[in-house]
């Protein structure tokens, strides 16, 4: 009789354990499947995008954002980021909302979606005069969004693609160098975007070059004004990812005849 019950207890203990596992494994796949729905719509809202309001293909005025169409669906538009040749996946619409967690989990489109946007920090201004303008974006696994600014560990990589692009609904084409890449902390100073004196943004600018990974060679000065992108790393969500750019040219889009 006791050899019966003790089996009778653990075969009920198998089953327990069956059903938790069955339990784990349907949240799971559910998690999967959600997750995958929200990278294929994001990835589609965005190729949508591009489709309706770009032309052309190299910078310097060929390329062309439609910004009328743009801020048609979104009137939070400011500009247009894109790295050109490569990391070629990087090529959005960049918006401002009210604060720096409205697009966090808002597309271009304000629906509710992970994949969020690429936005401006709603401190700064939207005409890029800022000494210092941050412009975020996630890391997302499908390796969309700001996922490839981290191909600027490489010092080679660098080397052949040193430039962005932001273009602005004013038709200004701005040609960004890139001066400094590397990790930060969420709180660093990095993301200061005002400066008391030109000593201190001095100051800021010499804390950029000394903590980058590499030495890029590219001299930046009180003068200067940047841009700083910013993305979470696959380390945890308290490391940020930053490339940061510093203004060379500024160029009126060339217009079609």
Not at 191 to 199: P, Q
Request: glycine fraction near 8%.
């Amino acid at each position: 009789m006791g050899k019966r019950k003790k089996k009778k207890k653990g075969g009920v203990l198998s089953e327990i354990i069956l059903v938790i596992a069955l339990a784990v494994f349907c949240i799971s796949a559910f998690n999967l499947i959600k997750y995958g729905k929200g990278y294929l719509a994001g990835r589609s809202e965005y190729s949508g995008l591009r489709k309706l309001s770009i032309e052309g293909e190299q910078p310097g005025g060929d390329f062309k954002v439609n910004f009328d169409e743009l801020l048609a669906i979104n009137p939070d538009t400011v500009g247009w980021i894109r790295f050109y040749p490569e990391p070629s996946a990087i090529n959005y619409p960049i918006v401002q909302g009210k604060d720096n967690e409205e697009y966090l989990d808002k597309t271009f489109s304000e629906g509710e979606n992970t994949t969020g946007a690429i936005f401006m920090a709603a401190e700064n201004r939207a005409n890029l005069f800022d000494k210092n303008t941050i412009i975020y974006g996630h890391r997302m696994n499908d390796r969309s969004m700001f996922y490839h600014l981290e191909d600027y560990k490489d010092s080679e990589f660098y080397k052949k693609y040193p430039h962005f692009y932001i273009y602005t609904p004013d038709g200004v084409e701005h040609i960004y160098r890139i001066y400094s890449v590397g990790v930060v902390d969420e709180s660093s100073d990095t993301y200061l975007t005002s400066f008391a004196s030109s000593k201190k943004f001095k100051e800021f600018l010499k804390m950029t070059k000394e903590t980058s990974e590499y030495d890029t060679g590219v001299d930046v000065g009180a003068g200067s004004r940047i841009v700083t992108l910013s993305t979470c790393t696959s380390a945890g969500d308290s490391n940020r990812y930053v490339v940061r750019g510093v203004l060379e040219e500024e160029a009126k889009v060339k217009e079609e005849e």
